[in-house]
């Protein structure tokens, strides 16, 4: 029997890191979830890391593992999901490794992923984004700091990953104003601004006096702002903001509504689909149709395009015996 310690650490250096040349963010979520799942099996087995066995890792205990995220640990079914596909590329990897262990790595490759109930996307209206904006202490650092970073993650719609790897040299102003950014799949794109980022950019770059190699938003000391820090910063300015605008009282705010925002307002003002792809870094249009969902109003212009339907009023009478048997069966 072979141990997994070997295959898990060539299938993070030599699959992940050379072959694939995955990207930081894929390779720490694929390390989260593998370090879940061989912390599951050790509770279960008694058995340290490196003393697992591919017998110890089989469909049986990858299935309680899965049930675990969800009942354990309250994680989404998009998380276990998450969560699976880094299994599943492990474990993919191992059958071309060890062969012997064929039919084991095929039943945890024939789990399938979850199905899940798709929600409409939230976004926030105008008076909500203003109530966001003017929700930060704009006599404080920090204030300043996070007003710009909403402002320009409604206006350019970049993920949180995108807005916190941000440098102070990927932001250029003037003439062609714009921001540039590398979003999944490493596709590097460039967002343009309107002016009144390009303002408050300017000012913010001033006041920051950063070199180009370092981080646009960071704390006072320096660092770059993580994820759970961006995430922090919205939801309590949102709290904040709800005390003026209480619409927002029913909404969960978090950093992707400030960019299904921006995909709202581009498709509201007519701008095409494929090209609102292209904004937001999307692999293909596809993506970027859950927002012709959301937003009753084109839904409503285009039922005003179409005729009304006319129908005689009355219950349907049926013109045959047979037919009338049918009907009353």
């Not at 017998?55 to 276990?80: I, Q």
Request: charge should be positive; include cysteine.
């Amino acid at each position: 029997m072979t141990l997994i310690a070997t295959t898990l650490q060539a299938f993070f250096t030599d699959r992940l890191v050379k072959q694939r040349h995955a990207s930081p963010r894929t390779i720490a979520a694929y390390r989260d979830a593998l370090r879940l799942l061989l912390g599951f099996a050790h509770e279960r087995t008694g058995k340290t890391p490196s003393q697992l066995d591919w017998d110890d890792l089989n469909a049986t205990v990858v299935s309680a593992f899965l049930n675990h995220l969800e009942d354990d640990r309250n994680n989404s079914v998009r998380t276990r999901n998450v969560r699976l596909t880094a299994i599943r590329s492990l474990f993919s990897y191992a059958a071309l490794q060890h062969p012997e262990h064929a039919l084991l790595i095929q039943r945890v490759l024939a789990i399938p992923p979850k199905r899940f109930d798709k929600r409409i996307v939230t976004f926030l209206t105008t008076p909500e984004i203003n109530a966001l904006l003017a929700a930060p202490d704009q006599s404080r650092w920090e204030g300043r700091r996070d007003r710009v970073l909403m402002l320009l993650a409604i206006q350019t719609g970049l993920r949180v990953s995108e807005l916190t790897g941000l440098n102070c040299g990927d932001v250029a102003l003037g003439t062609g104003a714009n921001v540039r950014c590398e979003g999944k799949g490493r596709k590097q794109r460039a967002v343009p601004l309107t002016g009144p980022v390009q303002e408050l950019l300017r000012d913010w770059l001033t006041e920051r006096a950063g070199s180009p190699g370092e981080a646009l938003f960071s704390t006072r000391s320096g660092r770059r702002l993580s994820r759970d820090a961006v995430a922090l910063r919205v939801s309590t300015h949102a709290a904040t903001a709800a005390q003026r605008c209480p619409s927002l009282l029913g909404k969960r705010l978090h950093p992707h509504v400030l960019r299904h925002t921006c995909a709202m307002a581009l498709l509201r003002a007519g701008v095409d689909t494929a090209v609102i792809a292209l904004w937001l870094g999307h692999a293909g249009v596809r993506s970027t149709e859950v927002y012709l969902h959301a937003d009753i109003s084109i839904k409503e212009k285009a039922l005003a395009l179409t005729t009304p339907t006319t129908a005689a009023l009355g219950r349907y009478q049926p013109t045959d015996q047979v037919l009338a048997f049918l009907e009353s069966l």
